[in-house]
């Protein structure tokens, strides 16, 4: 049974940093492509950033506009652990921020929600102005 867990979501004041950690087990982490999405209060939920196979040979990351420069994606095989860094986080990135699982087809990049499989239970990330 595959199982992601979401962990490292705060409340935290604006400029501040956070590093959320998603944790993978019942399956090999490196045959999936992964990302982070985000839903927040009233919104749809939205791809945050994406990252290739740990196991290619060329690993690819990709980020929404709204969190290039401030936001890191990485990954950790050998602990079969997602990864995301936020850094000068602002009000507008409150939300519930999900980690996913997926099979690398159309759309993992983006990364959009039907190009992932498994999902996690959501941390919650507050920022404060």
């Known amino acids: 049974q595959v199982q992601l867990v979401e962990s490292g979501g705060d409340s935290v004041q604006a400029e501040g940093s956070l590093r959320l950690s998603c944790v993978v087990s019942g399956t090999r982490y490196d045959n999936w492509c992964m990302a982070w999405f985000r839903q927040a209060p009233g919104k749809e939920r939205e791809g945050v950033a994406a990252?290739?196979?740990?196991?290619?040979?060329?690993?690819?990351?990709h980020y929404a506009d709204s969190v290039k420069g401030r936001f890191t994606i990485s990954q950790d095989k050998t602990k079969n652990t997602l990864f995301l860094l936020m850094n000068n986080l602002k009000p507008e990135d409150t939300a519930i921020f999900y980690c996913a699982a997926g099979r690398c087809g159309v759309g993992w990049a983006l990364p959009t929600e039907t190009a992932y499989t498994y999902w996690g239970q959501g941390t919650q990330v507050t920022v404060s102005s």
């Open positions: 990252i290739s196979r740990a196991g290619a040979t060329t690993v690819q990351k």
